[in-house]
Structure formats: C-alpha cells, structure tokens
C-alpha cells in the first residue's frame, strides 16, 4: 500500500484537499449518515480512472471488491449517486484547476524538467448521434437575402438594407410591415395584384426561414461549419480511423483534442472544434502557461502545425 500512501501525499502537496475544504467549508452536517471523507473520495476516483473504471457504477463495485479502493476508503462503499454528485459539484467545474494542480506536484515529486515539451494532436469520436448533423447555411442564407433584395427593390423597399451579405431578419420584420401597409388597401380579388400578394407571402416564409438560418449560424460560431443536434459542440470530423470504409473519408461526431507531454507526463491538454491542428498550437501553449507560469523553452510538433503565424 506504499504507492496508496504516496498518491495520498502527492494529493495533498498539490493543494487538492484544500481547494476542497474551500468550497465545503460552510456545509454543515444535519444528521443521518455521516458524511463521506471528499480527500478520500478524490483519490478514489483518479484511482478507478487508472485501471479504467470510468462509469459511475464501475467505481461503486471498484469499492466492493478491489482490495486497493477498499483500503483508500477505509471500507466505506460510497454509492453511485455520492460519487456522481461529488463528480458534477466539485470535479467537472474545477477540472483544469485540479489536472494543473496534481501535475505540478508529480511534477515536483519526480523533479521532471517542462523546458522540452511534445505536442501532438487526435480527434476523438463525440457521443452524438451521428446521421443528425447540421452544415452551416451561409451558402443558402446569402441567397435567399439575394431574392429578399430583389423584391423589396421592385416596390422601392431597399432603404437601410445592405447591397449585399445577408439581411438580417430584424430587417426583413421590419419591410414586412411596410408591405403589409403597402397592400393593405389593394383588392386582393383583382388577378393584376396577384403578384403583389405572391411576393408578400414571399417575405413571410422568408422571414420564417431567416430565423432558422440565423440561429443555426449561431451555433456554429464564426469558426466551424457544422454541428450535430444532439451535441452541438460536437463537429463534423474526418476520423484516423473509419469504421464505415477504413478511408476516413466519412464525418463523425468529434472534437480535436491536443495534448503536450514533457518526460512521459501529459503536462496538458486543450480540446478544440477546429478540424485540423493549424490554429490549436497557440491556445494550447497559452493553456500550459496558465497552468505553470512558464512557456516551454523546446517544443517537437509535426508538420501539421506549420504556418506563418505559428512560426511567429
């Protein structure tokens, strides 16, 4: 148990526990069951995570049986539904704070230099559901703007709308209401108005399809093309590996994910939308500097980063 004991103390080095004290320190204990020790349950969960027990049940049986798990518990079986909670409450809000943390004092512990780092990159499949994704629709919104413009330009509409881009759909709302003064006292039987009422029925769907468009663009952000419904952070990816044709040539679900290493030790890590590795070597050093105030003074990366700015 001398590597439990030294897992303890490296949790406690790295200011862990006390960061866990901070944000429990005015709970207080209304009676019941007692209350689960957080240092311990901490340490279990960074335990299960090394031999692979991710999910929350695995870790609960973790307990029951592994002769390791039962003595950093000292017996203590916490259940599913403490570890979720403490997961959810405490973990996933602090996640970088703790990983930079723990790092540091392994750091420490093993005297390992981060003056030569190695950055390297991989896109790792989203839980999403992979037939529902959603292209960004800059290509169709510009054109429906185009036929908007051309209507509002026939009835000497076009005032305050751009030349071109796309109009909003604020803007479009707002000729809405000009038109429907505009016809309001036309004889809608007349067959000569037909058209006058076809193009204001025109604006209406167009107005309605505005919106969708928008608020797709939205999603996507000013850097991607592409989400999935049921995970709108996920993005349309080429996997390195394919299990439809083994080209990697079909889209999935993912997310780019970067990862510096120095002596063996993931320093750290930066997750990313981009689908390729261009534009992540910048935020991912920035992260590594907010994690240990300094900048590695070597990095090893492949071609896959090279560009002017990133030379720079």
Request: glycine content about 4%.
């Amino acid at each position: 148990m001398e590597k439990i004991d030294k897992l303890f103390n490296i949790f406690k080095k790295s200011g862990v526990f006390d960061l866990i004290d901070d944000v429990y320190s005015k709970e207080y204990h209304k009676g019941g069951r007692p209350l689960i020790d957080r240092h311990k349950l901490i340490v279990l969960i960074a335990y299960a995570y090394a031999f692979r027990h991710t999910s929350l049940r695995d870790m609960e049986t973790f307990c029951k049986f592994d002769l390791r798990a039962i003595n950093i518990m000292d017996g203590t079986i916490p259940s599913h539904t403490s570890i979720g909670k403490f997961y959810n409450e405490f973990i996933v809000p602090n996640r970088d704070s703790l990983f930079s943390k723990i790092t540091d004092a392994i750091r420490d512990e093993c005297n390992i230099d981060f003056n030569t780092a190695f950055l390297d990159g991989s896109k790792f499949e989203a839980d999403a559901n992979k037939y529902k994704f959603v292209w960004k629709p800059t290509k169709y919104h510009q054109k429906l703007s185009d036929k908007i413009r051309i209507i509002l330009s026939k009835y000497e509409l076009s005032r305050n709308v751009p030349e071109t881009g796309i109009i909003p759909a604020a803007t479009i709302a707002d000729k809405i209401t000009k038109f429907n003064n505009l016809i309001s006292n036309i004889d809608i039987s007349d067959k000569s108005n037909k058209e006058i009422f076809k193009d204001y029925e025109f604006l209406k769907s167009a107005l309605i399809k505005s919106l969708e468009y928008e608020e797709k663009e939205k999603i996507c952000g000013p850097d991607r093309n592409s989400y999935y419904k049921t995970d709108h952070d996920a993005t349309a990816m080429c996997l390195k590996r394919d299990y439809y044709s083994g080209l990697g040539t079909n889209t999935h679900a993912a997310y780019n994910t970067q990862i510096i290493v120095c002596k063996g030790l993931i320093a750290t890590y930066y997750v990313s939308q981009s689908r390729s590795d261009l534009k992540d070597l910048i935020p991912a050093l920035d992260k590594f500097y907010e994690s240990y105030s300094i900048y590695p003074k070597y990095l090893c990366a492949d071609s896959g980063y090279g560009s002017l700015n990133n030379y720079r």
